[in-house]
């Protein structure tokens, strides 16, 4: 063979041997592959996020059905990081250990600042540790997408969230907060996050969409304000509870009571005034001095003399903010000044007596919002005279007092309350009626419970006879009102039911099921229709006709009443019907349910469960009893759960555990 045919056949042996290590590589790869133990399929849950909680500062995940999650198996990321140790249930605990159907998870955020990306990441099966994405609650632009079914067996990387904008936060502020009606507030906001628009709420029934509204407040009375700022990123609210009060004066201004001597004798002449800023002629007009004055000859015109004269103004001060406040008193001759404690036996705040030409001294004193009883003195004997009253804050430069109010009307404490008897545990909802302008409300509930809110909510656990007292209060005194609550005590309610029925037994439901709200942020969705509820309202939900579907209810919450015709009432007012998927209730506290609903399995051959009470009525796998039970309720321990889907379409199966009024086989 030649050296060129040598060298040929040496390649193509080469080249034979190169792919038979590929082979072998590839084999060796493939075996690895194969030998790696599948794992588990990442589990099916369904899990929603509630935005109105998220827009009050907490985030409320709410398991809607599926396999449960073990904690330390799967992760709640927000904002990138792993927070979930840090969620407790609803009841506030943090001992849990397993996520389940109908459980609710809660976090609450440190700032108002709503995170841009939340998403549920479990366990994966690959040996580097990947996790299975479970749900993308929010995505890294602060969108929420909804409850999603996990997906198939594909691995997920979670990705690192980008850095979000600088938030949308609410906020203002007020120049005045205090002040007798009318009162005009020049409101401005100091919201981030470049808003576009802006809703205000002065708490008075009016509103305003401007960026720096003026307002006026027109009737006595403490108000919420609400700023609602938007950008194309979303929204944020700011509430300020009991920002705005207004008092109703008898009338405004101050009370000059002039003498005609320098002892404040004499017959006397009164008058009433915007402010204390005057001077006489000879003080106005003096180059030295050139005091200001509000009445050029003052008091000439009330006393016919501007020597050999005495005044005492007398009334209240309306402070506007709690602040430190810095008085000026100045005067020719002598003058005083006191604030609260105004007879001549207190201390004045000012002391400014005695014989001498113009001449100013100042204090200052930490005063809260509200009226403040002032009264000042001046005399003159001879010369100029000069009456001057200033004052100074962190949020104002020196300038006349001009917030004056000559008094206060008087105050009567009223209130009313939505029950005055009910089972326990009996929620109240107060009402202050107070008339006045009353700036401070003491509540004792008769349990030992008070409270300093002007209309609070009170819950009594024990059946007794209550009597409420409350007690308003303003600058010019107190007054008090009570009333009697009367709470009983709960009666057992039918009986502990659970039912367990296989295809094809299975069942329908009808009838309505009627409740309180008690809880916050709580809502309804039927069809596409959004429905927020408040504390207070009163929910009627009415099968139309036998329907199958499911309802879960534990511990005073209801998270599921999946049906597909439902007549929704609120306050006795039909306000919508259709269809209640899945995440389309969230009802975080209730009480007072009525029932007529009823679960009606007919006959038909097939393992049947029954236990009433604890004891076994049916247990056989060939029973064909029906079983009727009526006017179903949560049992003694809050539950009913309901689920009439079965294992699919077309077999389905009954599963119930709650209460009911009465049972029957038929």
């Known amino acids: 063979m030649d050296r060129d045919h040598e060298e040929a056949v040496s390649e193509e042996i080469a080249a034979v041997l190169l792919i038979a290590v590929f082979v072998a590589a590839a084999a060796v790869f493939g075996l690895t592959l194969l030998s790696i133990h599948p794992g588990s399929a990442p589990p099916a849950t369904l899990v929603h996020l509630d935005d109105d909680a998220l827009v009050n500062g907490r985030i409320v995940l709410c398991h809607d059905g599926g396999d449960p999650l073990e904690k330390g198996h799967f992760q709640i990321l927000v904002d990138g990081r792993d927070l979930t140790d840090a969620f407790t249930t609803l009841e506030g605990s943090g001992a849990w250990t397993t996520w389940t159907n109908g459980e609710i998870l809660v976090l609450g955020l440190e700032s108002r600042h709503k995170p841009a990306d939340i998403r549920i990441v479990g366990d994966g099966v690959g040996e580097d540790g990947s996790r299975w994405l479970l749900h993308t609650l929010r995505d890294g632009g602060g969108r929420s997408p909804g409850p999603t079914i996990t997906p198939p067996m594909t691995p997920t990387i979670v990705p690192t969230p980008t850095p979000s904008p600088s938030p949308l936060v609410a906020h203002f502020a007020a120049d005045l907060t205090t002040g007798s009606a009318p009162l005009t507030v020049q409101f401005t906001d100091l919201s981030t996050g470049s808003p576009t628009s802006w809703s205000w709420d002065f708490g008075d029934g009016k509103v305003s969409t401007k960026q720096h509204p003026l307002h006026t407040y027109t009737d006595p ?53 915007r402010r204390i800023w005057f001077a006489d002629q000879k003080a106005n007009t003096t180059s030295w001095i050139m005091a ?46 006191w604030l609260d404690a105004v007879t001549e036996s207190d201390e004045p705040l000012i002391d400014n007596w005695d014989y001498h030409q113009v001449h100013e001294m100042s204090a200052a004193v930490n005063l809260p919002a509200g009226a403040h009883r002032i009264r000042t003195i001046m005399f003159e004997n001879k010369g100029e005279a000069v009456f001057h009253l200033e004052w100074s804050s962190s949020t104002f430069d020196r300038r006349p007092v001009e917030f004056f109010c000559q008094g206060l009307s008087g105050i009567e404490a009223n209130f009313t309350v939505d029950q005055i008897v009910g089972e326990a545990p009996l929620t109240v909802q107060f009402t202050d009626l107070s008339t006045g302008s009353p700036t401070s409300w003491s509540w004792d509930f008769g349990d030992g419970e008070t409270s300093s809110w002007q209309n609070p909510a009170h819950t009594y656990s024990a059946p007794d006879t209550y009597t409420v007292i409350l007690t308003a209060r303003n600058s010019a005194g107190a007054d008090t009102a009570s009333r009697t609550i009367m709470v009983t005590a709960l009666p057992v309610k039918g009986k502990e039911i659970t039912l367990v029925t296989s295809p094809p037994k299975d069942g329908t439901l009808e009838g309505t099921f009627a409740f309180t709200v008690t809880g916050p942020w709580s809502y309804l969705q039927v069809g596409e229709d959004y429905l927020p509820l408040v504390q207070g309202d009163r929910v009627e939900l009415t099968l139309m006709g036998d329907q199958k579907g499911m309802l879960h209810l534990a511990e005073a919450t209801i998270t599921t009443f ?105």
């Open 292 to 337: 200001e004055t509000d009445e050029y000859d003052w008091p000439q015109s009330m006393i016919g003399k501007q020597d050999q004269f005495s005044v005492i103004y007398e009334g209240y001060v309306i402070v506007p903010t709690d602040d430190t406040y810095t008085f000026y008193l100045t005067s020719d001759d002598g003058s005083k000044l």
């Open 562 to 666: 999946e049906f597909p015709d439902i007549q929704v009432s609120v306050n006795d007012e039909v306000i919508g019907a259709g269809a209640i998927g899945s995440g389309g209730i969230w009802i975080s506290g209730y009480e007072n349910p009525t029932s007529t609903l009823t679960l009606s399995v007919e006959p038909e051959t097939a393992w049947t469960s029954l236990l009433v009470n604890g004891e076994i009525v049916i247990e056989d796998w060939g029973d064909g009893h029906g079983v009727v039970l009526s006017a179903l309720l949560p049992d003694s321990t809050g539950v009913m759960n309901l689920d009439l889907t079965g294992v699919g379409e077309v077999q389905r199966a009954v599963f119930y555990r709650g209460g009911a009024e009465t049972y029957t086989l038929v």
């Open 221 to 273: 009375g403490i108000y919420t304000v609400n700023l609602t700022v938007t950008n194309s990123g979303g929204s944020d609210i700011l509430a300020r509870t009991g920002y705005i009060m207004v008092y109703q004066c008898v009338s405004p201004g101050i009370t000059g009571t002039y003498y005609p001597t320098i002892g404040f004798t004499g017959t006397s002449v009164q008058r009433v005034d």
